[in-house]
Every structure is written in C-alpha cells, then in structure tokens.
C-alpha cells in the first residue's frame, strides 16, 4: 500500500519565480491538506482540498492556490516567490468523515528561494 | 502568542530512560490530540492520537490529556536511540477533517 508521495525532493527557485509542488494521497484517502514548514518550527497548515473545491484555507497570501484532481492528487501552486518561503511542504491526506483527523504526511518538498 | 506551546530542546537522555514529552494550548476549543514523530529531513509521522481527556497507552509510548488544565503529554517508556527524532504535538477541534494545529516540536536525543 503506497503512502503518501511527493515530487519533486527538492527544488531550488529564485525570487519572483512560480513554483507547481504535486501530492499523491495515500490509497483511499480523498482529502489533501498542504503545510509549511520552516526550520525548527512546526508545519503550519496553508489549505486543504476535498471534492476538487478549497475546503479551508490558513493565514496564507494569495500567492498560494491549488487544485485537487478527479484522482485525489493535488498541486500547490505558488506565485511570486519571496525569501520567506523557503520551507518543507508538506502534503497529508485524510478519509473525510469519522477519524478524519487522522492525517498521513508525505515526505515533503524542500524549496529553497534564492 | 501561539496556540500551541511546546518546549523546542533539545532533550538528551540515555538510553532506557522515561521521556517526557508536552504541550500546552490556549483554545479550548481543541477536542482531537495527536502526536507526531519527525526523522530530520522527512515527513511526520502520525504516532498516537486521543479523543478529550485521559490516557491512551500503546506499546512503550503513553498519552496523556488533561482538558482542564490544557496541557497534553506524551511518556516514552525504555527509550531507544532509535526515538531520537523531533516530537510534535497537533490538535483539531473536530473529527470533520478540519486543520491541525502544531507545537513547535521537540527535539529528542537517546543517547547509547
């Protein structure tokens, strides 16, 4: 059973530039939640996607959007890099419904904004 | 100040010791209460999770809620150089799917 995948590892960008960062949920999931997370601190949750549509979102820019896939995949999408958003994101994907806090986290993407 | 307060270490024990691991909340609100354990350079992994107030025992690791006083703990019983790892704490306000609020994390070393 494959967990939860990421892709790319790791991507280097440069100020200004956008960035696509893509998530496969774990088998039988069909909700996708997307978190930063700098360094040596916790994930901060950025939005989460079920049924295609934006279910809830964090106190994240606009920059930020996504998109969520008949198949449960999900892209992040973000736009205008700064500095600042150098960090590991994190995909986790959930069953909506009972024990739906339950979430599963990927391996992340480090980005690194130069 | 953060929702979720947590001690960032680093902690340093030897091996076979009982580690000590909490957190401490402002909302109320929070109902679901889960610990992860993050490797460096990987994802969290989700370890125990717990409904409201009381404990919770699995294997060597024990999980403690106490609603009233906000405060939430994880015990690591005969710890193994293997926990070394960052432990953070997150919490939900339902089972609906809603986001998770994270500690900072813990780093823990087990020293051989």
């Known amino acids: 059973d494959a967990g939860v995948t990421q892709s790319p590892t790791h991507l280097i960008k440069t100020r200004g530039q956008q960035v696509t960062l893509r998530c496969s949920p774990k088998s039988g999931h069909d909700t996708v939640s997307w978190y930063q997370q700098a360094l040596g601190q916790g994930p901060q949750f950025i939005f989460q996607?079920?049924?295609?549509?934006?279910?809830q979102r964090g106190n994240f820019p606009d920059r930020f959007s996504g998109h969520q896939f008949p198949n449960y995949s999900s892209e992040l999408n973000v736009n205008a890099l700064l500095l600042g958003d150098s960090a590991l994101y994190l995909c986790?994907?959930?069953?909506?419904?009972?024990?739906?806090?339950?979430?599963?986290f990927g391996p992340g993407t480090r980005l690194t904004v130069t | 100040q953060k929702e979720v307060e947590q001690d960032p270490g680093p902690l340093s024990v030897p091996e076979g010791a009982i580690v000590s691991l909490n957190c401490t909340y402002s909302?109320?609100?929070?109902?679901?209460f889960m610990w992860y354990r993050q490797y460096s350079r990987k994802g969290p992994e989700l370890l125990m999770y717990t409904y409201s107030s009381g404990n919770k025992e699995d294997g060597r690791f024990t999980a403690q809620v106490d609603k009233s006083s906000k405060y939430i703990s994880l015990f690591i019983r005969d710890s193994q150089p293997s926990d070394s790892a960052t432990y953070l704490c997150?919490?939900?306000?339902?089972?609906?799917?809603?986001?998770?609020?994270f500690g900072g994390g813990t780093r823990l070393m087990v020293k051989p």
């Open positions: 996607y079920y049924e295609e549509e934006e279910r």
């Open positions: 997150a919490m939900s306000v339902d089972n609906a799917g809603n986001m998770l609020t």
């Open positions: 986790a994907s959930s069953f909506f419904g009972v024990n739906s806090y339950e979430q599963y």
């Open positions: 909302n109320s609100a929070f109902q679901y």
